[in-house]
């Protein structure tokens, strides 16, 4: 998995129906691995600090216990459950990356072509709806009128890229199109899996620019899993 340098600090916002997070600052923070959980989208690494046992969440990393490693920016969510460990963090902190070096302070650098925006391929999906639901089709076709509303949709995940922009990028199909438009990409800190039928709440954000040519005409931003 490429490491990714975040384009800029966005808010972390509600995920999985938590709420509480605060910013960490930049500065550059020594750990000691004391226990390592890999996932299918994190490195959940367990730390001591100020005589606390703490947690903290990365990119892919194979950690080791006993080795030292360094974290500047960071995120931090009490209460946090973690879907695929089936586990509840009190505190944990969702951070940038891991280093074996100090922390420098690095310009910000575009994210990884294909990373986050690369349209996947139209899979054959039948996806049975409540009638609070909509259809990516739906969507598309009224997205003036949905523009800063909150909505609804069920739908698969076809491709999951977490923790860019310290958010988790999902892209979800429900097997409708509307003008070759079949796949939605969706914001989320909620830790998906591919294949996962989902039923998402998000807020729906139009023609958004996070600058180095990702923009995107649609997209379901801070979406919890209902």
Not at 29 to 55: C, L, M, P
Not at 60 to 89: C, P, Q, T, W
Request: hydrophobic fraction near 40%; proline fraction near 2%.
């Amino acid at each position: 998995m490429k490491q990714v340098i975040i384009i800029l600090m966005a808010i972390l916002a509600i995920a999985c129906g938590q709420k509480n997070n605060k910013t960490g600052n930049n500065n550059s923070h020594e750990i000691i691995v004391e226990e390592v959980i890999q996932t299918s989208g994190y490195t959940y690494v367990r730390f001591t600090a100020n005589d606390s046992v703490k947690w903290l969440a990365t990119t892919i990393l194979d950690a080791k216990v006993g080795e030292k490693y360094y974290y500047g920016k960071s995120m931090e969510f009490e209460k946090f459950h973690s879907k695929e460990l089936n586990r509840d963090f009190e505190t944990i902190l969702f951070v940038e990356r891991l280093t074996t070096e100090p922390v420098q302070e690095e310009k910000p650098k575009p994210v990884a072509p294909g990373s986050v925006k690369a349209k996947s391929e139209k899979e054959a999906i039948s996806i049975e709806k409540s009638k609070d639901e909509l259809t990516v089709a739906n969507l598309y076709l009224n997205k003036e009128s949905y523009a800063g509303k909150t909505v609804i949709i069920k739908g698969k995940v076809v491709k999951f890229s977490p923790m860019i922009m310290n958010k988790n990028w999902v892209h979800i199909q429900d097997g409708t199109e509307s003008e070759g438009n079949y796949d939605l990409t969706v914001t989320t800190l909620a830790e998906l899996m591919i294949g996962d039928i989902v039923t998402l709440e998000g807020t729906v954000a139009l023609n958004k620019d996070f600058g180095y040519g990702y923009k995107y005409d649609l997209l379901l931003e801070d979406a919890i899993v209902k």
